[in-house]
């Protein structure tokens, strides 16, 4: 396949394994376990079950019949904010905890921007009986504050993340720091970022969505491919799982949103394929926001799940390749579609979607043209952002 991972890792120019020393035994052992488990009947049924029995899946494909109105065209919305814990991050969560377990790992790890990947892993820990610890960002840990009460109700230890710009980037680099001092722990990262075996491994468990809009396309309309596939990109996992069924239907348009912070040429944005240039962070070539001397620039976007300055590789290789067509929502706009769905279609979303639902805005559909956008997940965890600007919007 076209853009599948090879053998090393890569996806085109993009991914490998630049890891320390100190790691290298532990991507290995991971490797080796996706090899030898996730393809057996005996995991794929485990997962399958609890997608299913616990996360709620199939999520629904709902035809929004407002927003379509709206834009003069046909939006399906992936409903991924009705699973089980409020996003997609629970179908990657599941997969790995099931690694881990057959791996024998009790002791879990893992990063967190909006807290959604933070509360799956918790949630999941709790089912399987694994202890658990996050890593998060000082400012998130304020901003996303009923996501951290969740995650410390099921047990899970918080750390904060205090350096840099107190966000993503840095809860992901004190998490891979702790992974180096305690390689036996099983590090479950959030996104299809960080060294090969990860961001192939986070988009074969995420790839349930378009695997699922595959059927559910066929169901309501007699054809599998629509005209459109939208998705946010934070790290790319939601967008990665959206799009992986479709890579090879050419005719298929993938548009990936980006989070412009306060605007692209503004300094304060998280806009990486337009700002990033090619480069290394947290384990894999990818493109990320650094200045002439390689030191990361810090990113900004109202939303804790795009606030970061890379991309994962295979989002990399979609946007050099030119697969994918990568737009950008301020948060302004970001803000302005999400009072809009709610509004219109009773559904409040997260801040990341919402970057999603902007493009909409950017976009020219035609009447008879099939749109299914993303919609990663619910904005509960946002309505202090929300309620904090509703004058301005609603
Ligand atoms: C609801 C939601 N959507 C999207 C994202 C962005 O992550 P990714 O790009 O990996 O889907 C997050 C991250 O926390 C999230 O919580």
């Keep these: ?219 309501k309309y007699g054809k599998e491919t629509p005209d459109y596939v939208i998705a946010c990109v934070g790290g790319g996992s939601n967008a990665a799982g959206a799009f992986y069924h479709f890579l090879d239907d050419e005719n298929v348009i993938l548009i990936a949103v980006e989070a412009a912070g306060l605007g692209v040429e503004s300094g304060e944005t998280a806009a990486t394929t337009i700002k990033g240039t090619e480069g290394i962070i947290h384990g894999s070539r990818t493109l990320l926001m650094q200045d002439k001397d390689g030191q990361i620039v810090e990113p900004y976007s109202i939303s804790a799940g795009l606030d970061y300055p890379g991309v994962g590789p295979l989002h990399a290789h979609l946007f050099k390749t030119g697969r994918a067509e990568f737009l950008n929502a301020t948060d302004d706009e970001a803000l302005e579609a999400a009072f809009l769905l709610t509004k219109i279609e009773g559904i409040i979303p997260a801040l990341e979607s919402s970057h999603a639902l902007a493009a909409l805005e950017k976009m020219n559909f035609k009447p008879q043209d099939i749109v299914v956008l993303n919609l990663s997940g619910r904005g509960d965890k946002d309505l202090e952002t929300y309620m904090k600007v509703s004058e301005k919007y609603s």
């Design 1 to 219: 396949m076209k853009y599948e991972v090879n053998e090393k890792g890569f996806y085109g120019d993009f991914g490998g394994a630049f890891i320390p020393e100190l790691l290298h035994h532990n991507c290995e052992e991971l490797k080796e376990a996706l090899d030898k488990y996730s393809d057996t009947e005996e995991f794929k049924n485990e997962f399958d079950l609890l997608l299913k029995d616990y996360v709620g899946r199939p999520s629904p494909l709902y035809y929004a019949p407002n927003l379509s109105k709206k834009y003069n065209t046909n939006i399906l919305l992936k409903r991924e904010d009705l699973n089980h814990t409020g996003a997609h991050k629970v179908n990657n969560a599941i997969g790995q905890a099931l690694l881990a377990k057959r791996m024998g790992k009790t002791k879990i790890i893992a990063e967190t921007g909006a807290g959604q990947h933070g509360v799956a892993t918790a949630t999941v820990c709790a089912l399987l009986d694994l202890e658990c610890t996050v890593f998060m960002g000082e400012i998130d840990i304020a901003r996303q504050a009923p996501n951290v009460a969740r995650m410390q109700m099921l047990g899970a230890k918080v750390i904060p993340a205090t350096s840099g710009s107190k966000t993503l980037k840095d809860a992901t680099n004190e998490a891979i720091r702790y992974w180096i001092n305690n390689p036996e722990t099983f590090y479950i990262i959030g996104s299809v970022v960080g060294p090969h075996p990860y961001p192939a491994m986070v988009t074969k468990f995420q790839s349930i969505i378009s695997e699922e809009i595959r059927f559910q396309l066929n169901e």
